[in-house]
């Protein structure tokens, strides 16, 4: 069976600057990544591998939600230009880049679901809490930083709500992380209060005369907020993918 180890490339790299962030030391980043991924492959023993690296577009969640991760930090411009060379380094112990139009999380997705579908493993490597949603047995995700597995159950156990509202949820609470609005004056205990009756955002919407008042002119003005939040937190799964599964074969 392959088994794709899939490697959220500035999600690893920028914690590792973070842990170090001396400018001038390429030479040291270089090391510390390509001991990472060599840990990696180390424990995981995958059949293929990839690192994947978000591009220079602008993402169709910031065309349709201009506010979408407003105020997060930008790359530090030394780590920015230093990518191609750093690229190059993991390339010579086998683990190629995959470079995405804009968002690296929809072609790890797409690429984490593709090869699940046809019967093989991904292991998704990131401390990104948005991989849940993908609740495949043959989708794993992995925190390099915590040596753990990241799990369905202990992110429902977090939010409070199954595996099957967590687009919901988001849908209503928002994501201050990414800037998704939610619907204004609903929090997350509302969400949850609402979906342990509803069910369902659909539900929660169809059954809007149910819905206490004051809940329920919160949603009704906040439903055109609801739709874009539901859009915008969930992972695309038919990305173009310009690769072939060769392409990361991990030499025997």
Request: aromatic share 6%; with cysteine; glycine share 6%.
């Amino acid at each position: 069976m392959n088994t794709f180890l899939i490697i959220d490339g500035l999600n690893l790299v920028r914690r590792i600057h973070a842990a170090q962030p001396n400018e001038n030391d390429t030479n040291g980043l270089d090391n510390r990544v390509a001991s990472a991924c060599n840990k990696l492959l180390k424990y995981h023993q995958p059949t293929h591998v990839a690192i994947v690296w978000d591009g220079k577009e602008i993402s169709w969640r910031k065309q349709l939600f201009e506010d979408y991760k407003k105020g997060r930090k930008p790359m530090p411009e030394a780590l920015s230009e230093y990518l191609p060379g750093l690229k190059l380094h993991l390339a010579k112990i086998h683990v190629n880049s995959l470079d995405a139009a804009s968002e690296a999380d929809d072609v790890i997705a797409t690429l984490a679901s593709k090869l699940a579908t046809s019967g093989g493993e991904a292991i998704i490597v990131s401390t990104d809490k948005g991989f849940t949603q993908l609740n495949h047995p043959k989708i794993k995700r992995w925190d390099h930083f915590n040596k753990a597995y990241l799990t369905v159950e202990e992110r429902e156990q977090k939010l409070g709500v199954q595996h099957s509202q967590f687009i919901d949820y988001l849908a209503l609470a928002g994501d201050s992380g990414n800037k998704i609005p939610g619907v204004p004056g609903i929090g997350p205990k509302s969400a949850v209060e609402l979906l342990k009756i509803f069910r369902s955002l659909a539900n929660i919407y169809s059954s809007i005369d149910e819905v206490g008042a004051k809940q329920a002119k919160k949603l009704e003005e906040g439903k055109q907020m609801a739709r874009l939040s539901y859009k915008l937190v969930q992972l695309q799964l038919d990305m173009p993918l310009k690769a072939n599964l060769s392409q990361f074969r991990l030499p025997q």
